[in-house]
């Protein structure tokens, strides 16, 4: 059985290899199993129920909460060849019928509808008819209360197992919490399901938080860095949305806005253009979410912190589904802290003020944390790391420590001095002497700690107090506009009796650079190739009116450009090229990479260098750099000697890397260019007077050739 599952995945979905936990759970559910799976975005859930799907007899229900998801998924499977369709509100009279005939005659493998629809009574009569695979219940935690997520309609689907005993239940989640797991599979009555909780880490995803001094300029520098790939920029409130992406725009960013108080119809345009790569950036508040699948969303920016450790989770979470490297970067300013604390406590509910501050405490810890942010991230959801990730800004960029015991005592001693009654920017202000008319007003230019931190910028101080209060020396009163005050742990500070660590801001500049090299899909040459043939699979993509990334992903034409297959044979060994793509889309794709290969010089290392090569001298240089000798090339090619050397001169004078003095005899060269130093550049027979017979015009040119390669002449 292995072995043909095995096939399919390959054959089928173009893949080599199995994930964990895939090969298991597929091997369950075609044996007929129940199986519950939970595994993050990403992770692969889907081959979990489609190979079965084409294992088993019969045909597949798929139970998906979205219609507009259930398309892309449709249209991926056609792309591959397989026998799919969706059965929803959006489908015409007729498209229905065609789906229903091709339900009743066995033509299906796999049917995408939405729980609702699955569970009228005369739809579930049809299906009692009909040899079914299994059930896929994708988005499982939309049968529960407690996950975030709960849809009423999901909650019919309970019945399924009743009403199908022997039909196999997968059920798929990507929801971290046991609470809602336990309920899901009660809910499903699936008690005796085998259960798969992969980890979840999203190794891919590059975790950096700055602190938010210019969110604009900060959000302006990143994009730019990003000029040709997709992300989603969040914030907290429509305003900020419909601001940020004014500006975004102005600045020529390809950008749009994104929130519920939008038409749906605009929302639906925004995201489609998102989905088709005509829209690069959506600038989103988090109704921006659940429709989003689109597989090579390379960042995701949070513009203003996110109001849990869970909802953080989740959003970042939607960048790099396709396992390329991609970017969650978050500005964190205290400020922000502030409007989210006052938004809670204007709940009137004791409880739930009470369970929210502490979901923001948490996310506050996690922006301020000095320690990696992926051990800090998993460890949130019960999942212990001991190892630092190397993955994330902490990790890549550590912050250093000093002793601030002085500073702490300067800045907790103003707190104290202007009475506990103002803000860190007051407080700032005070210390560092600022000269404002309210400071006047107050006569706090007359205190002792008046300007005993003017040797310190605005940003540092706002460092410290911001890692004060965090450690717990100072308290923020959000009752009054943040106002500062002291802790019993201030004392013995002040007193001069503990010492204080705090960590160095870190230089923001050096961060992004750093993220900055992680991120994207290949440098260089490859670059450039994934760019056209990204043009490619857009127009293809148009032609059949389906998302690019339904042709291929991101992954597949990251692979393409740095391979570079030349025959059929070798674009079966990319990832994600089945034989039905390859059928379809096979030469489009290898003619673009021969005509890339054309154009541009076939080795990595003169990227950069794009010239207009012959083909008898690029085969000359292919050979070349496959390492064969003078005469073996020359006799490899059927061409004399002179004609080789004549390409290879003409190759190293095009700027290439080629090693001419490798086609000598090594005991020849110190002769020749003991007698060209000599004589300088003339000419070969002049050169050729006085060395040995041995040796030849040929070794005089490839030399000499080689000498003016390096110094120009
Ligand atoms: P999930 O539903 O868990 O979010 P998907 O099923 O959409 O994840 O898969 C995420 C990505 O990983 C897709 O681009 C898919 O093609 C790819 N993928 C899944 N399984 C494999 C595999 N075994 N080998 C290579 N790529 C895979
Ligand atoms: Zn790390």
């Known amino acids: 059985m292995t072995t043909t599952i095995q096939h399919t995945l390959k054959t089928v979905f173009g893949f080599h290899q199995f994930r964990s936990p895939q090969q298991e759970v597929i091997e369950r559910v075609v044996a007929g199993e129940d199986v519950f799976l939970v595994m993050p975005t990403g ?4 081959l979990c129920y489609q190979i079965p799907a084409l294992h088993r007899a019969g045909l597949a229900i798929v139970v998906s909460p979205l219609i507009a998801l259930m398309k892309d998924q449709v249209d991926a499977l056609l792309a591959n060849g397989v026998r799919a369709a969706c059965f929803n509100s959006s489908l015409s009279a007729d498209e229905a019928r065609r789906v229903s005939s091709q339900m009743e005659r066995g033509e299906l493998d796999l049917l995408y509808v ?27 935690h939309c049968i529960s209360q407690w996950g975030h997520d709960f849809r009423p309609d999901y909650v019919q689907i309970g019945r399924i197992r009743g009403l199908f005993p022997v039909v196999p239940i997968v059920a798929m989640t990507a929801t971290a919490d046991p609470e809602t797991r336990t309920d899901i599979i009660r809910q499903l009555g699936i008690e005796q399901a085998a259960v798969y909780v992969a980890g979840f880490d999203r190794p891919n995803i590059t975790y950096t938080v700055m602190s938010k001094h210019k969110p604009l300029a900060q959000l ?4 730019s860095g990003r000029r040709t790939e997709a992300g989603i920029v969040y914030a907290l409130s429509r305003k900020r949305v419909e601001q940020v992406t004014e500006r975004l725009i102005a600045a020529g ?15 639906r345009r925004v995201q489609d253009a998102f989905r088709r790569d005509d829209l690069r950036i959506v600038v989103a508040t988090v109704a921006f979410g659940m429709g989003i699948d689109k597989p090579n969303v390379r960042f995701v920016v949070h513009y203003d912190m996110p109001k849990s450790v869970e909802s953080y989770y989740q959003e970042t979470g939607r960048a790099g589904r396709d396992g390329l490297p991609s970017e969650a970067l978050m500005l964190f300013g205290m400020g922000d802290v502030m409007t989210a604390r006052s938004l809670i406590e204007n709940s009137d509910n004791p409880e739930r003020v009470r369970i929210e501050l502490q979901k923001l405490n948490a996310m506050v810890a996690y922006a301020e944390a000095l320690t990696c942010r992926r051990r800090a991230l998993l460890a949130y959801f019960g999942d212990q790391r001991d190892h630092d990730c190397d993955n994330c800004d902490i990790c890549t960029d550590p912050p250093r420590r000093f002793d601030a015991s002085e500073l702490a005592k300067k800045a907790l001693s103003c ?29 706090h230019n007359q205190l002792s700690t008046y300007g005993i931190g003017a040797d310190l910028s605005s940003l540092e101080w706002d460092n410290i107090i911001r890692q004060l209060i965090h ?49 994207g899909a290949g440098e260089g040459a490859h670059r450039a190739l994934f760019e056209e043939l990204r043009l490619v699979r857009k127009q293809i993509a148009d032609a059949a009116s389906v998302p690019p990334f339904v042709v291929f992903s991101d992954a597949t034409l990251l692979e393409l450009a740095t391979n570079r297959p030349r025959s059929e044979q070798e674009l079966l060994a990319i990832t994600g090229i ?16 021969d005509d890339y290969r054309r154009r ?18 690029r085969d000359t240089l292919r050979l070349c750099q496959e390492g064969l000798t003078l005469p073996e090339i020359a006799s490899r090619r059927g061409l004399k000697d002179l004609t080789i050397i004549a390409h290879l001169e003409e190759l190293a004078a095009a700027g290439l890397d080629i090693d001419l003095r490798r086609f000598v005899d090594a005991d020849k060269l110190p002769l020749i260019d003991a007698r060209l130093e000599a004589l300088g550049a003339v000419g070969l027979t002049q050169l050729k007077e006085g060395l040995p017979e041995s040796i030849s015009y040929s070794d005089l040119r490839l030399v000499r050739g080689a000498m003016c390669r390096s110094r120009p002449c």
Do not use: W
Request: with cysteine; charged share 30%.
């Open 415 to 443: 707190v104290y001095r202007v009475g506990e009654r103002f803000g860190a920017r007051h407080i700032v202000d005070v210390l560092r002497g600022a000269k404002g008319q309210r400071i006047l007003d107050l006569r």
């Open 253 to 267: 960013f390809s950008a749009a806005a994104y929130h519920a108080g939008l038409p749906d119809e605009e929302r």
């Open 43 to 46: 992770g692969g859930k889907s």
């Open 220 to 223: 302006g520098a990143f994009l």
């Open 114 to 140: 939405a729980p609702e629809r699955l569970m009228q009574p005369e739809f579930l009569e049809r299906l009692s008819r009909l040899p079914l695979a299994l059930f896929a219940i994708d988005e499982a």
């Open 578 to 593: 089945g034989e039905h793509k390859l059928r379809k889309y096979g030469a489009d794709f290898l003619a673009a990479i």
């Open 600 to 617: 541009a010089v076939p080795d990595d290392g003169n990227a950069g260098l794009c010239l207009a090569l012959s083909d008898t001298q």
């Open 471 to 519: 450690l717990g020396y100072l308290v923020q009163d959000f009752t009054r506009f943040g106002a500062l005050g002291l802790s019993p742990a201030a004392r013995p500070v002040l007193k001069g009796e503990t010492q204080v660590i705090l960590g160095l801001p870190r230089d923001v500049a050096k961060v992004e650079e750093k993220s900055r090299r992680k991120s």
